[in-house]
């Protein structure tokens, strides 16, 4: 558990224990049940729901992005090993000093030396939106890049050398690849939303907490004056 995960998870210790003493001292001053013991306890709930949400949705968004890094540049026929293969094909195809050949090496150069950032969500930190932005965006404009270079190479009349591949397959697979990142964009808006959502209950279970403490101090008070008594009669 991160010292992040660590504080929340003690903040929402605090509150059930709060909310058990709460219900304890109603039922010892003989209270109905009040506002403050039900709103504690349904924040608590939404918490705990929501805590939930949130540890699926991280686990399907890091899943999602093991496969599209693997689809990337670790795999067989991952975008930058098949760039690489079709670069040395556009070699035997075509003559250097082209308009033609420049721009496919400007887009093969771009894929093979494009950095792939590492998953962004921190390990020790709450998620930074920003950061998971820019990963998205550097692995969509990888994509891109990708896709245009199928597109060119299609328009060049180009023949890969080296079965299986064709400008078809090529074209599918960068379609797929563009595809999942768009999933994965959204997925990292869903897990943005749910974070949001936490911050805002526990911004609500702090002001709930006080208010809460408040009412118990309350009950407090109101049974001195018997628990008073009671311990004089016992010195008799």
Known sequence: MT??????????????????ALSKWRTVTGYDSVSEESILQTLIQQIEAVNQQ????????????????????????????ITCRLWEDIGSQFRGGTVANDLLKILCQKILRFPLPGFPVSKRNPLQYKTVRLYEDSFALLGQYFGWLIDLLSVVNFDPVRPPHCLDELRNRAAQFNTLSQQLMQEAEELRNLQLKQDQLYKQLNQAMRIAKGRLVVYKREIQPVTDLLIKRSAF
């Open 3 to 20: 010292p992040y995960e660590a504080s929340l998870r003690k903040k929402l210790t605090q509150a059930i224990t709060l909310n058990s």
């Open 54 to 81: 949130f540890d699926n949705q991280l686990q399907q968004y890091q899943a999602l992005s093991e496969r599209r890094h693997h689809l990337a540049a670790e795999s067989d026929d991952c975008v930058k090993k």
